[in-house]
Each structure stands twice: as C-alpha cells, then as structure tokens.
C-alpha cells in the first residue's frame, strides 16, 4: 500500500506537472522535469501511460538548469529530424526524443528483416545520429496483440535487433545502443481497430544524452 500512494503521488506530479507547464517551450520543460523526475517515476509514467518511451526518457531525467541546457540541444536534433526523415514521427520529450516509425515503414508483414524502404529512411537517421555523437539511443520493438505473446515478444525483440544492427553498420557506435523488445505487452493505440494494431506495430528511438553531453551541459548551466 505505501509503495503504491507513492506511485500515485509521483503520477499525480507528473500529471501537474505536464498540464501546468502548457505555456512552457520544450526546452523549459525538460528543465522543470527534473525538480520531480527520476528512475521510478519514470516507470511509473511508462506503466501508466503505456508509454515506454516517455517512461524512459524521464527516468533519465537531469533537470534544473543543466537539463535545459539539455533541452536546447535536443530542440535541434529534433528539428533536423523532422525535416531529414519525414516518415518519421518525432516527439520531443522533457530532455529526450521520442522517434517513431510504424513497422510497416521498415517491416514486411509478419517479418523481421528490413526492407529497402527501411534502409533509406534509416540512412537519413544516421546521417542526423552521428551528427549529434553525444547521445544514447534505445531502441524499442512492440508489435500488435495478434498471435501469442510469447511469439509477439520474440517478433518484437528480432525486429529492436534488426535496427541496432543495421544503425551499429553504418557508423553508429555500438556503445550508444541498446534494445528492448515489448512484444504486446504496451499497446500505445487502440488494438481493437485495425488502424490501432497498425499503429501498434511499431520500433521506437529513444535518443538521451550520455555523460559527456550532461557533463558539458552541467558546465554551461554553471557559467
């Protein structure tokens, strides 16, 4: 029970927090973030909002005035995102983006090697990836609630594995890679329409920064 008033208290933060902030930029945003952001919390959004990316992205949350000094920097990357991958969908988040391609973008149905769609489009990430060395990016694979969850789970896994492998190939160091695949588990849209398991068909980016950019940042809030 006590571990569960503080989930509650840490969503309802968050929640006043997100609706408060509506006059902030992004940038400002990350920075407040982190006055009530961390690891669980980030969970606890995750779990909530069926959210995994969102979830992550805030656990990883610095905050103050070094997370928008953070933030600044992925309003950039962000940007250039947009306008390189339009078949993309780009969402910045507190000190973080979110980018999201539906599985069919990359994907035959039901498969888990990449078609040649998925290459140009992936090409024109890693243009922007290595630009902006001083990131991490995890990389998430979920898939609809059609067929077993332990096969979805699987699907999803090969799928995460497919993308690291081909991003690690074509000059994004393995280091700043990670993968995680959801299988069914976090439906973001309806699974009872087909457009909803569509658009649950899908392989998110979670781009943050790593310790060199916090570091930089930290002494750029300092100055």
């Given at each position: 029970?006590?571990?569960?008033r503080?989930s ?8 006043l ?6 006059s ?8 407040a973030?982190g006055?009530v952001a961390g690891?669980?919390?980030g969970?606890v959004?995750g779990?909530?909002?069926g959210?995994?990316a969102?979830?992550?992205i805030v656990?990883?949350t610095v905050?103050g005035?070094?997370?928008a000094?953070i933030g600044?920097k992925?309003d950039?990357q962000a940007?250039d995102?947009?306008k390189s991958v339009?078949?993309a969908?780009?969402?910045r988040v507190?000190e973080?983006i979110?980018v999201?391609?539906?599985?069919n973008?990359?994907?035959?149905f039901d498969?888990?090697?990449l078609s040649?769609?998925a290459?140009v ?11 902006y060395?001083?990131?991490d990016i995890e ?10 969850e ?13 993308v690291s492998?081909y991003l690690?190939?074509?000059g ?7 993968i995680k695949?959801f299988g ?8 009872n329409?087909?457009?909803g ?5 899908r392989?998110?980016f979670l ?6 950019m ?7 809030a300092?100055?």
């Open positions: 029970m006590k571990n569960f503080k509650m208290i840490m969503v309802a933060c968050a929640a927090l997100f609706s408060g902030c509506s902030l930029n992004k940038t400002q945003k990350g920075g973030i006055a690891g669980a919390m969970a959004i779990k909530v909002t959210n995994t969102l979830g992550a656990g990883a905050g005035a070094t997370g000094v600044h992925m950039k940007e995102i947009k339009p078949d969908k780009v969402e507190g973080g979110v999201e391609f539906s599985s973008v990359l994907f035959g498969k888990s090697s040649t769609e290459k489009n992936l090409n024109k990430l890693v243009t922007i990836l290595n630009s060395s001083e990131t990389i998430q694979g979920h898939t609809d609630s059609k067929g077993s332990s096969y979805n789970q699987k699907l999803s896994e090969r799928r995460a594995t497919a492998d690690s190939a074509n994004i160091k393995s280091g700043r890679l990670k695949g069914e588990s976090v439906p973001k849209y309806d699974n329409t087909s457009n398991q569509s658009q649950n068909r392989v998110e781009i943050s920064a790593n310790e060199k916090k570091a930089e940042a930290q002494n750029e300092g100055k």
